[in-house]
């Protein structure tokens, strides 16, 4: 049970405290947007979204406004480490979509149940997934797909989630999909994407306080 643990986690563990080396390689061609990912925008306005419920979801587990303050100061990367899961995400299923993998709905809900088992229910594993990776539990199911599909590709690749050989999977889809970024979040190093032990950060954020809300720049 803890190496399915382990292997359930190391995706989403790797992507939130590390990620791959990144260069200021971005560019202004995509008004709106905080990367392009295979022709596709990932405009601001959905980061923002995204990086909202993140934050509606904090507020709701910690009432008490001393400890959402020290929430707040402890994931005050958030918009950065949110515009590199989705980005990530996109390369993740681009690779899959490359080796023929695919993950069904059943599989999900298995998986889901099995760690729900592991966290003394459904609110533990939404609890443990907001507070350790930034997940909102709108996109709980969409994350375990994406480590449904992680599996499956270390595993046809013979290695798994942190060796080399997968993270150069990723580099071969992260070069098909021709990201950019918006130079205000940094860029994308497609050559070393497998280096998930790098520590680059993408953008100065500002955390601030207004009417409850956070601000981030």
Not at 27 to 36: C, L, Q
Not at 128 to 136: R, S, V
Request: aromatic share 4%; hydrophobic share 40%; charged share 25%.
């Amino acid at each position: 049970m803890h190496r399915r643990r382990r292997t359930a986690l190391v995706l989403t563990a790797a992507i939130a405290a590390a990620a791959p080396l990144l260069t200021a390689c971005g560019n202004d061609t995509h008004p709106g947007a905080a990367a392009v990912v295979g022709g596709q925008r990932i405009t601001v306005a959905q980061l923002q979204s995204r990086v909202d419920e993140v934050r509606r979801a904090q507020r709701a587990a910690v009432p008490d406004e001393t400890q959402y303050q020290q929430v707040l100061a402890s994931t005050s990367s958030l918009t950065r480490d949110t515009l590199h899961n989705m980005v990530l995400d996109r390369v993740l299923d681009r690779a899959a979509q490359d080796a023929d993998i695919t993950v069904t709905r059943k599989e999900v809900q298995q998986m889901r149940a099995g760690l729900e088992q592991q966290a003394g229910g459904a609110k533990g594993l939404q609890a443990a997934w907001l507070q350790k990776y930034g997940i909102a539990p709108a996109h709980l199911d969409d994350n375990l797909r994406l480590q449904l599909e992680a599996q499956k590709l270390a595993q046809k690749l013979g290695t798994d989630t942190s060796r080399p050989a997968f993270w150069k999977a990723l580099s071969t889809a992260s070069r098909e999909l021709r990201i950019s970024l918006n130079p205000r979040y940094g860029g994308w190093d497609v050559q070393k994407s497998s280096r998930v032990d790098a520590r680059t950060p993408w953008v100065r954020e500002v955390t601030a306080v207004s009417g409850g809300q956070p601000l981030t720049a």
